[in-house]
């Protein structure tokens, strides 16, 4: 008898340390759904509206109070930063990938990686932000960019003083330009984005008579 009335509170703190134990585990859970909701529902209202969304906008698309939002991230900066490494990611993959296409075609390789990108601008709002301005561009980009312009350059395909700012401003320039006039046509982005790269080409010099 003395043995089990002993045990007694031990096993009542045990249930009670488990209880806690399962709580906490299901507000992990819960903060962690949480958090991926915002980020899901971030990711559709900038995609559509550019920088210029807001945190209500975030909150009622992802079905939670501004709080919830603030929780996971303190300013409206942080979110827009979080996305915008979703996305920096992205194309750094893709510039590796233009890379080790470019030991063949330098130009084709660097059209293709533009045309991809351009497709995901015509409908994304946020990456022309991303893109825009050289803070939008980590250093593995822009090394990743130098590579495909140093092997365009030793092919012949590029203009010798091609840079990548050249590329940047291009690309941001045709980009702002197209969503001022509000097209979401990718074709259309893909048609400038080509156009834009042509400006790249070696200088054919002066014509024979």
């Known amino acids: 008898m003395t043995g089990r009335t002993a045990a007694q509170p031990d096993a009542t703190r ?9 709580n906490w585990a299901g ?31 975030v909150a009622a698309r992802a ?13 409206k900066a942080d979110l827009v930063r979080a996305l915008a490494q979703q996305h920096i990611e992205w194309f750094h993959e893709l ?20 045309e991809q990108v351009t497709t995901r601008l015509a409908q994304d709002r946020l990456m022309i932000e991303v893109l825009s301005g050289l803070e939008g561009l980590d250093q593995r980009l822009g090394d990743r960019l130098e590579e495909l312009l140093t092997l365009g350059r030793g092919q012949g395909s590029l203009r010798a003083d091609a840079t990548g700012m050249d590329v940047q401003i291009l690309v941001s320039g045709v980009a702002r330009a197209l969503i001022d006039l509000d ?9 400038y984005a080509r156009l834009a790269l042509a400006a790249l080409r070696p200088d054919p010099g002066p014509a024979t008579p």
């Not at 079905?63 to 300013?75: L, M, Q, W």
């Not at 030991?103 to 390789?109: F, Q, V």
């Open 183 to 191: 097209i979401r046509d990718p074709e259309v982005w893909r048609r």
């Open 27 to 57: 507000r992990r859970a819960d903060a962690r759904l949480n958090h991926e909701r915002v980020l899901a529902a971030a990711r559709e209202v900038f995609t559509e509206h550019g920088i210029g969304a807001t945190i209500p906008q």
């Open 14 to 22: 045990d249930d009670a340390q488990n209880d806690d134990a399962q």
């Open 95 to 114: 510039a590796g990938a233009a890379v080790a296409a470019a030991r063949d075609d330098a130009y084709r390789a660097l059209e293709d990686l533009l």
């Open 63 to 75: 079905g939670v109070g501004k709080a919830t939002v603030y929780r996971s991230y303190p300013t």
